[in-house]
């Protein structure tokens, strides 16, 4: 079995109460397993990467049932995981001021008549503008905190969260993402978060029972429709004399479309006017063109106040963007800053398909589906955390940072992977080689075992045969 490296030990522990001791041990063999694998990591092959030599005892009574039991039977739920997961990236990493949480939905490819869940849903990767693709799979709503390191312009997507979205189901991946989000505000009550999302999630289903923490201890930030219906949020006088309600919105404001072409160049006078910001977004700084306006989106959000940002890049690089604030005092750099963290969580999908490979498991019945992958994006937070705090320190990051490339990033999960298996190896290595004369004895020490049960099965032999 292989070596778990002192670095990564007390970080593996902080998750040995929601297992029991047998259970953790299999929790920790099947980490080392997936890391060590090399091939396609299905299960069978992860199990066997556990072991150092790649060997496995089959002649027992039950086999592997142990490691399969881990997923198909085991007490451990996906529920106490997202909790010690959330509680250990918030505690563990510093966070300053609001923290960023970003939603999104991401389709796993599977296919068989057996698999539990199994629908079509539209593949992101495979669709343009124009055709839209679907494939066969699970699609997954995932929730992730953005952890931001300044000093190296990096934004990491932290998954803390998952939730299996059915096909047909009527909640949605919008009310699959409320449920999540509210999960979180109830575990940390004195925590104020910024969540961000796409055009998918800017919707009626998501805000449903978030009404009260909306403006107080959250706030969102999403794309909305070019041609949503907007009012002026300020009301016009109401005659006493006239019957019936008051109203409660004001007369309807231009589409954000016609907003946009009827804005003017900077410095010009008009009714709706782009301004200059200078964003760092996208690892480089931008000048961008940003026109914005406070609305009421009734089908959304009711009458509550919101603030619609049209984000224009004059170099025509990227297509005009329509965002929806709901905190009405930020500004427009940072809400524009904000937004591009939403990346993160995209580069983290690709990540875990990627160095991962978590499509790779072949698996069909309900509690391995629902368990498989939560367990593996919970060891890309693991991993992820502990390179961040640990792992950049190590001896072998020092040695693969020499001889990267120019496409090389040291801060991809492929990079970590890289050092946490090098170092693992090298654990091993160090732990079983010796010198030569410790070699000589060891083979002295298994000579006399082998003689001493030779003679007991010739002295056995004797006594049977007077």
């Given at each position: 079995m292989w070596q778990m490296i002192q670095?990564?030990?007390p970080f593996v522990e902080r998750f040995s109460g929601i297992f029991t001791a047998p259970t953790f041990r299999t929790h920790c063999l099947l980490l080392l397993g997936w890391l060590m694998c090399l091939g396609p990591r299905t299960l069978m092959r992860v199990f066997l990467s556990g072991r150092s030599d790649g060997l496995h005892d089959f002649s027992g009574r039950h086999g592997l049932d142990k490691e399969y039991n881990f997923f198909e039977r085991s007490a451990w739920t996906t529920a106490e995981l997202f909790k010690h997961l959330a509680t250990f990236v918030l505690t563990t990493l510093s966070f300053l001021g609001r923290i960023c949480i970003v939603v999104d939905d991401s389709l796993f490819h599977k296919r068989g008549i057996h698999v539990w869940r199994l629908g079509w849903f539209r593949d992101a990767v495979a669709s343009t503008k124009n055709r839209v693709a679907t494939a066969s799979g699970h699609?997954?709503?995932v929730l992730a905190?953005?952890?931001e390191m300044p000093l190296f312009d990096r934004v990491f997507a932290l998954p803390v969260m998952a939730r299996l979205h059915s096909p047909g189901e009527t909640l949605g991946c919008a009310g699959l993402a409320r449920e999540m989000v509210q999960e979180l505000l109830k575990l940390f009550p004195q925590k104020l978060f910024l969540l961000l999302g796409d055009g998918g999630y800017t919707n009626s289903?998501?805000?449903?029972?978030l009404e009260n923490d909306l403006g107080k201890r959250l706030d969102y930030i999403g794309r909305m429709?070019?041609?949503a219906t907007l009012y002026d949020p300020d009301v016009p006088e109401q005659p006493a004399s006239k019957p019936g309600p008051k109203p409660r919105k004001g007369p309807e404001l231009p589409k954000p479309k016609e907003v946009a072409n009827r804005a003017v160049p900077p410095g010009q006078k008009g009714e709706y006017q782009w301004q200059e910001t200078l964003v760092s977004a996208y690892g480089q700084r931008r000048l961008l063109w940003v026109c914005t306006f406070i609305a009421l989106w009734p089908t959304v959000l009711g009458y509550r106040s919101i603030?619609?940002?049209?984000?224009?890049?004059?170099?025509?690089?990227m297509d005009d963007c329509y965002l929806m604030v709901t905190d009405l005092k930020m500004g427009l750099s940072a809400i524009v800053r904000a937004y591009s963290f939403r990346w993160a969580i995209e580069v983290m999908f690709k990540a875990c398909k990627q160095a991962l490979d978590i499509e790779a498991p072949?698996?069909?019945c309900s509690e391995s589906v629902e368990k498989v992958g939560p367990w593996v994006w919970a060891l890309q937070t693991l991993i992820t955390v502990w390179y961040l705090l640990a792992g950049q320190h190590e001896p072998e990051a020092e040695e693969l940072r020499q001889h990267m490339g120019e496409w090389d990033s040291e801060w991809s999960l492929k990079n970590m992977l890289r050092v946490l298996r090098r170092a693992t190896l090298n654990?091993?290595?160090n732990a079983n080689s010796g010198s030569e004369a410790e070699l000589i004895r060891k083979k002295i020490k298994e000579k006399k075992k082998e003689r001493k049960k030779n003679k007991k099965k010739e002295v056995s032999k004797d006594r049977k045969n007077n």
């Open positions: 670095s990564l030990q699609n997954w709503v905190i953005v952890f289903c998501l805000f449903e029972g429709r070019a041609d603030r619609v940002v049209i984000v224009r890049d004059p170099e025509k690089v072949q698996h069909f654990a091993a290595i």
